[in-house]
């Protein structure tokens, strides 16, 4: 699904965190926000499903088309405009209290997407897609909590999957991971692009060059630059842009 | 490059099953409105109970009933002052050994205490705050009251400080705690001695958060009836020797409660609406003092 | 070998309390004021913990006539009957459980509901003052909570809620018998009154700390809000909403006051049957230390109370640790 942003704007109060953002996403690939702490991207992104106005005092204003969908529209509920643009946290945040089966399953028993069996073969199919049912699958009744780091997210990557969204929200999904950990969610982003479109939040640059297929740079809630990643890289048009690929800042 | 708005009907932002969806929505509404009453139930019973008992008591209060003693049973007329010269005596005493010990151990929990006979105090001191009053009372009549064939003011005020000790303790030591370490640093490198330092320094700059703790206890002593049952047992004649019974606002209202008679019930109201009074005034009084009204939540 | 092991243990500690007193000397000699203050501090703390003490031991061993005359049957015989010298406690503890059950059934889900409504749906600006209403119930002295219920509450459900009870739910062992007014019932509910604020607190402090992400991992699914707090919120603070529980079954345990002022005071036969009279625990002591001078009957009186205080130390003790412990689990390489 592709997404056209808009002049989106948003505030945490009277603070204004985005400052007219226009930026279209293209379906079926990664796209990757990079930018310093502070510079909107984690808020960007939370405008895209709706989670931003969650917080106490927040609000956003602009258009966000999905498939030509504003979903700010009047009519349109967030709670499905977030059933169908899934989100995967900074620090996985699996339910502690529930199964690793339960915590898959939650999201398609809420929404009432499959029942009895189905249910079952839904889970196995997003713990597949998430890189992460070899692992699990003699332990699925096993409290989620004993899991590691890790698998913790890509359980939460699994839970996101199960309800088959049309778009993947990752808010730096690696950041609290080890290498290795690091390295499978990233394997796993190349391969769920080919069903998803995924959005990424990251700070770490070297990732979104191994990951993304196109770039955006964010600075103090602006849109600075955006395009094809090996471009933004090698030959940014902005030069703040240059500065901070280059490493001058951030 | 922007797009074009597509026909909205059509879009998959919508229930996948709208049936689900109603029942959903429709478990959230009651959710909502079944918490909401049950919240505003609450408090408007609390309104309810104060306006009524308030109505009722201020119909029956008056001069007398301030200053006179308890007429015979059954006839109109008399007053409290028996009951207010008790409650004031027995808090009184209560504060009198209440306060310093509860002070002590605040002041050893935060200041001295360490390892496992400071642990060893704070359990056995929160064991207190569990403990029902009435134990107090049964404590104090079976060391006092019956060796002595006698109830007695100071057998109500040991059950009553009793009472107090576990408060005292608890806002003492958390206030001490939250005295800056750099207060004491400063202190002892002019030259004080540690006693100088915490009595001098230390516990005047918490001596807010210590008035908070004694008034708290204060309150929560002036209500209660059950340590008084078995020890002050309650009179209608002033008290003249702590070892005599004395009477009390609550004792009073419980004895007038159960009484078959009309006059004294309405009595009874009268001095619940005192008591009510006393009470609510020093919370709100603390919470004055400590900025209360703090909201918690999310 | 084994000899000199503890020979030399001993001399060592003789010396270790020797350099204790010399050490304490010193400190005499040198620091009177601190020595003055630490020992009066510590004196005091010292009578306190004598207290605390004193209390357990003046109940136990003030019992241990009865303890040796009746055992266990004392939690069985029937009543306290000065007259032929047996004392028993079993319709007590039968009312305590009864009357402390009945408020539990009602003061959790609406204190837990309260909770949910002041921390999730409540307009921001009534938070504070409902809050405020809301725990100002804990303030209201227990003999007020009494004589509201005698004179109000007892006498309604005699004329109007007992009947009314009986006329709709009449099938239910609990509305039947004899509408009396005062009772089971009326305890129960002055119990429910007493412990909401206590049980309501405690939801409120524990649901507060569930940590944002979970709430926001069940957005991120299209949860609506009630499904947010059901399957995120309220199970994260399981554990201490139990305590909570707990504790305000420790405070519907011991209260005496009020529930001796509406419970009617006088034994029925054990039946399910609010509508009946009875007595607590607590209310037994209230009503029976009177003529309980001597013998038996003292002890009796003493018994009740040592087993109110066990029961209530119990209960406090299996609270404090669930509060304590809050659920925690290691989630997203965090221990919340």
């Not at chain 1, 258009?63 to 349109?76: F, H, K, R």
């Not at chain 3, 243990?9 to 204790?20: E, F, K, L, M, T």
Request: glycine share 10%; proline share 5%; hydrophobic share 50%.
């Amino acid at each position: 699904m592709s997404i056209h942003v808009e002049r989106l704007s948003a505030w945490y109060g009277g603070v204004r965190a985005l400052s007219n953002i226009n930026l279209a996403i293209a379906p079926l690939s990664v796209t990757a926000l990079i930018g310093p702490s502070g510079c909107g991207k984690s808020t960007f992104v939370r405008c895209l499903n709706r989670m931003h106005e969650e917080v106490y005092g927040a609000r956003a204003e602009g258009t966000i088309l999905v498939e030509g969908v504003d979903i700010y529209a009047p009519d349109i509920r967030p709670m499905y405009v977030r059933r169908h643009v899934g989100m995967v946290f900074q620090q996985p945040n699996v339910l502690p209290t529930r199964s690793i089966f339960d915590n898959v399953a939650i999201g398609v028993r809420l929404n009432g997407l499959a029942s009895g069996s189905k249910v079952s073969e839904r889970v196995e199919r997003s713990l597949r897609q998430a890189a992460l049912w070899g692992e699990v699958k003699d332990r699925l009744s096993v409290s989620a909590a004993g899991l590691s780091g890790g698998q913790q997210q890509r359980l939460c990557i699994a839970r996101a999957l199960a309800v088959e969204p049309k778009i993947l929200l990752m808010d730096e999904p690696a950041s609290a991971l080890d290498p290795i950990a690091t390295l499978q969610i990233e394997e796993l982003m190349n391969s769920l692009k080919r069903t998803y479109t995924i959005v990424v939040v990251t700070h770490n640059m070297q990732q979104a060059g191994r990951v993304a297929d196109r770039t955006a740079f964010f600075l103090s809630g602006r849109l600075v630059e955006e395009g094809e990643t090996a471009r933004i890289f090698s030959r940014p048009e902005q030069k703040e842009t240059e500065d901070y690929v280059t490493g001058r800042f951030g | 490059m922007s797009a074009t708005m597509v026909d909205t009907a059509k879009h998959p932002f919508r229930p996948d099953r709208p049936a689900l969806d109603a029942r959903r929505r429709a478990a959230n509404a009651a959710a909502v409105i079944l918490t909401a009453l049950f919240a505003i139930l609450a408090s408007a019973f609390l309104l309810y109970l104060i306006v009524y008992i308030a109505r009722l008591g201020l119909q029956f209060i008056n001069v007398s009933f301030f200053t006179q003693r308890p007429r015979a049973q059954g006839e109109a007329g008399g007053g409290w002052a028996t009951a207010l010269q008790g409650t004031a005596v027995l808090v009184g005493l209560a504060a009198l050994v209440g306060i310093p010990l509860g002070l002590a151990t605040g002041v050893y929990l935060s200041e001295f205490g360490r390892g496992w006979p400071a642990a060893t105090v704070r359990f056995l001191v929160d064991t207190l705050t569990g403990i029902p009053t009435i134990i107090f009372g049964l404590f104090a009549w079976v060391l006092i009251v019956v060796p002595s064939h006698s109830f007695s003011a100071l057998s109500g005020g040991v059950a009553l400080s009793i009472i107090m000790i576990p408060t005292v303790a608890r806002a003492t030591e958390e206030v001490l705690r939250l005295v800056p370490r750099e207060l004491r640093e400063a202190s002892v490198a002019l030259g004080a001695t540690e006693s100088r330092t915490i009595l001098r320094v230390v516990i005047p700059a918490a001596r807010s958060g210590i008035l908070t703790g004694v008034m708290l206890a204060i309150a929560r002593v002036a209500g209660e009836t059950a340590p008084l049952l078995m020890t002050a047992f309650g009179t209608s004649f002033f008290n003249t020797s702590l070892l005599r019974p004395i009477d009390a606002i609550p004792l009073r209202i419980f004895d007038f409660t159960l009484s078959p008679f009309q006059t004294e019930q309405n009595q009874a109201y009268a001095g619940a609406l005192v008591l009510m009074l006393l009470v609510i005034l020093t919370s709100l009084a603390v919470r004055w003092a400590t900025g209360g009204f703090q909201p918690r939540g999310r | 070998m084994q000899a000199s092991m503890t020979g030399s243990a001993v001399s060592a500690a003789r010396q270790r309390g020797r350099d204790w007193i010399a050490r304490l000397r010193l400190q005499a000699v040198r620091r009177p004021g601190d020595f003055l203050f630490r020992g009066l501090t510590y004196l005091l703390v010292l009578l306190v913990v004598a207290v605390v003490v004193g209390v357990a031991w003046v109940l136990l061993s003030g019992s241990l006539p009865t303890i040796r005359a009746f055992g266990l049957s004392f939690l069985t015989n029937e009543a306290f009957d000065p007259v032929h010298n047996t004392f028993g406690v079993r319709p007590a503890i039968f009312g305590t459980l009864l009357t402390s059950a009945f408020a539990l059934v009602f003061a959790i889900p609406i204190g837990v509901g309260m909770a949910v409504f002041l921390l999730d749906y409540c307009p921001r600006r009534l938070r504070a003052p409902l809050a405020f209403l809301v725990d100002s119930l804990a303030a209201i002295p227990s003999v007020v909570i009494g004589l509201w219920g005698l004179l109000v509450l007892a006498p309604w459900l005699q004329r109007t809620g007992e009947p009314w009870l009986q006329a709709h739910l009449g099938f239910l062992p609990f509305f039947q018998g004899t509408p009396h007014g005062v009772g089971l019932l009326a305890a129960g509910m002055i119990l429910t009154v007493m412990i909401l604020p206590i049980i309501t607190a405690i939801a409120r402090e524990v649901m507060a700390v569930v940590p944002v992400a979970q709430r926001e991992a069940l957005l991120a699914l299209g949860a609506t809000r009630w499904e947010v707090i059901r399957y995120a919120v309220l199970p994260f603070a399981r554990a201490g909403i139990t305590g909570g529980a707990i504790l305000g079954l420790g405070r519907a345990l011991g209260e005496t006051i009020a529930v001796t002022m509406v419970v009617g005071n006088q034994a029925s036969p054990p039946s399910l049957r609010l509508f009946d009279t009875g007595y607590t625990l607590s209310s037994v002591i209230a009503n029976q230390f009177g003529e309980a001078t001597q013998g038996l009957f003292f002890s009796a009186v003493i018994e009740a109370g040592l087993l109110l205080l066990l029961i209530t130390l119990l209960t406090n003790v299996i609270a404090r640790i669930l509060i304590s412990r809050l659920g925690r689990a290691r989630v997203g390489g965090l221990t919340v």
